[in-house]
């Protein structure tokens, strides 16, 4: 009788310990899985993501469901110090600018042409008519000044001067802080082929990188190919996603259910992708504005991050403009630097919109998107 009561005694232990286990709560699991983790190497691509869509626990009825992540979670590096760390592959792309830069301040004399065509050259980075030739009239009376030709010296003014022009004091912080229980929401908007979709990607594995859990939502629902490939980045990260239940659903009411899981999943940040069809400024604007008004039913929206393919020059300021009318962008990430000589267009764009550029992708790899730095910038322009 004994032997029953004590068996009986140990199931009932068993069962109240296991129960317990089960009620851990949803965010902490989420953690622990990440830092158990081993690490993976490739982005994921549009190509790739078909996979990806079908491990997702997909669930219509439309507007949007959440899917939980699957498969193998990584701990991507923190950002701190990223941009110095990326440097060559902006010094490598910027090196004929700072090279002819520098050869026209050392060779001969300094008169009105060769002025002029450092100025050219200025223009050329994609800086701008007016900070070039602003820029040039300060060197040109600092070197008078100075009374130098000594180029360690010259380009030491250079330098500093590009520095200053790259905006040193701009508070460049991104605001992902949680308020209390709810998430901070940033919007990514930008053109299609940008790089919209990769950014949001790469931002989530920068916020899990530096500790902060996140939620995407898809409300690009326009094409079912960015919903795939932002469902990949996100299992990556062991970060859930909210998706349409079909193709061409209201982009508005999938940002409402992702901020919506994202408060109920206690998540610090919800980054939502939208739809870049530039199909005509009042349709952007309704559209664009409708996803922020049903956000902020729920949550404010914290940043809106203007994403701008630094390889299209005056385009992408156009775009800049276009976008700036529509909706408060708080700051700029400008993405495919490596694959341009045109880096001025930090400073261009900068002034254009009076907005920060906070982020800049140096790559196509999941990690190459760095915190923008004005001092490792103005170095990788002049090639050191
Ligand atoms: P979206 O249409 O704006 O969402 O653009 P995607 O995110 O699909 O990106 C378009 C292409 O740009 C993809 O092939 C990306 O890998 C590429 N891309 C994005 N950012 C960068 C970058 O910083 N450098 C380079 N070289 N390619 C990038």
Redesign the pocket.
């Known amino acids: 009788m004994e032997t029953v009561l004590i068996i009986i005694g140990v199931v009932l232990l068993v069962l109240i310990v296991s129960g317990a286990l089960l009620v851990a709560p949803a965010r902490r699991r989420a953690r622990g899985a990440r830092a158990a983790a081993p690490r993976q190497g490739a982005?994921p691509?549009?190509a790739g993501s078909a996979a990806g869509a079908a491990a997702g626990a997909l669930a219509p009825p439309a507007p949007a469901a959440a899917a939980a992540p699957a498969g193998v979670v990584e701990t991507p590096p923190p950002s701190a110090g990223r941009m110095a760390r990326l440097r060559g592959r902006l010094a490598r792309s910027q090196s004929a600018f700072g090279s002819v830069l520098l050869g026209l301040l050392s060779s001969g004399r300094l008169d009105e042409a060769r002025w002029e065509e450092i100025e050219e050259v200025l223009i050329g980075a994609d800086m701008g008519v007016g900070p070039a030739a602003a820029l040039v009239e300060r060197l040109r009376t600092q070197v008078k000044v100075a009374g130098t030709r000594d180029l360690a010296q010259v380009r030491a003014m250079l330098r500093d001067d590009l520095v200053a022009q790259a905006g040193p004091d701009l508070d460049r912080g991104l605001r992902v802080a949680p308020h209390g229980d709810r998430p901070a929401v940033v919007l990514i908007v930008?053109?299609?082929?940008?790089?919209?979709?990769?950014?949001?990607?790469?931002l989530a594995r920068i916020l899990v990188g530096d500790g902060r859990t996140v939620l995407l939502g898809a409300a690009?629902t326009y094409?079912a190919a960015?919903a795939d490939?932002l469902q990949t980045w996100a299992e990556r990260v062991g970060a859930r996603v909210v998706r349409a239940g079909r193709e061409g659903a209201d982009p508005a009411s999938v940002a409402f259910e992702a901020v919506r899981a994202g408060i109920a999943a206690g998540v610090d940040a919800v980054i939502v992708?939208t739809a870049?069809r530039l199909h005509t400024r009042a349709g952007l604007m309704d559209e664009l504005g409708k996803v922020k008004r049903v956000i902020d039913k729920h949550a404010a929206v914290d940043e809106v991050l203007l994403?701008l393919?630094a390889t299209t020059g005056q385009n992408g300021l156009r775009q800049a403009r276009v976008f700036a009318e529509v909706v408060d962008v708080t700051g700029i990430v400008l993405?495919?630097?490596?694959?341009t000589a045109k880096g001025g267009i930090v400073i261009a764009v900068q002034r254009e919109l009076g907005v920060p550029v906070k982020l800049?992708?140096?790559?196509?790899g999941p990690d190459?998107?760095a915190p923008f730095d004005p001092e490792t910038f103005a170095d990788a322009l002049l090639g050191s």
Request: overall charge negative; proline content about 3%; glycine content about 24%.
């Open positions: 982005p691509g549009r930008g053109v299609n082929g940008t790089g919209k979709t990769t950014t949001c990607g790469k690009d094409r960015a490939q992708d870049g994403v393919d993405t495919k630097l490596d694959g800049v992708g140096l790559g196509e190459d998107l």
